[in-house]
């Protein structure tokens, strides 16, 4: 989000809702196969390539460009799960270290569950 636009949290907040809503749509409208069907092109960096484990079937590699890689709707609703659960844990790390309690347990799953996340507390 434009910075300069979107710094009120209603206006950040009504954005989530969007994006949340359409996440909503797509999913009522495919079914699990048309996820593992249904593919774009990306990169093999960043977190898709740091964590392929977490996708299962997801990624497929470009046998002519190791650095493509086909990404299955499937992995791209998995990769805004773990992103959501990262967030979350990143904000209730940041409760406690302002000796606040956090609520909700968050299950250990995705980016934040790999032996190489930083997982520190102050």
Same mark, same amino acid.
């Given at each position: 989000l434009d910075e300069d636009l979107y710094w009120e949290p209603e206006a950040i907040?009504?954005?989530?809702?969007? $994006?949340?809503? @359409?996440?909503?749509?797509?999913? !009522? !409208?495919?079914?699990?196969?048309?996820?593992?069907?249904? &593919?774009?092109? %990306? %990169?093999?960096? %960043? @977190?898709? $390539?740091? *964590?392929?484990?977490?996708?299962? $079937? $997801?990624?497929?590699?470009?046998?002519?460009?190791?650095?493509? &890689?086909?990404?299955?709707?499937?992995?791209?609703?998995?990769?805004?799960? *773990?992103? *959501?659960?990262?967030? @979350?844990?990143?904000?209730?790390?940041?409760?406690?270290?302002?000796?606040?309690?956090?609520? &909700?347990?968050?299950? @250990?799953? %995705? *980016?934040?569950?790999?032996?190489?996340?930083?997982?520190?507390?102050?």
């Open positions: 907040l009504e954005k989530l809702r969007l $994006g949340l809503e @359409l996440c909503q749509k797509v999913l !009522a !409208a495919e079914t699990v196969d048309s996820l593992r069907r249904k &593919v774009i092109e %990306g %990169g093999s960096s %960043g @977190l898709f $390539g740091q *964590y392929p484990q977490l996708f299962p $079937g $997801g990624l497929l590699p470009d046998a002519q460009d190791p650095s493509k &890689v086909s990404i299955t709707l499937e992995a791209t609703f998995l990769h805004r799960y *773990y992103e *959501y659960l990262t967030h @979350l844990f990143n904000i209730q790390r940041l409760k406690r270290a302002q000796g606040l309690t956090a609520v &909700v347990e968050i299950p @250990l799953e %995705g *980016y934040w569950s790999m032996p190489d996340w930083d997982r520190s507390e102050p």
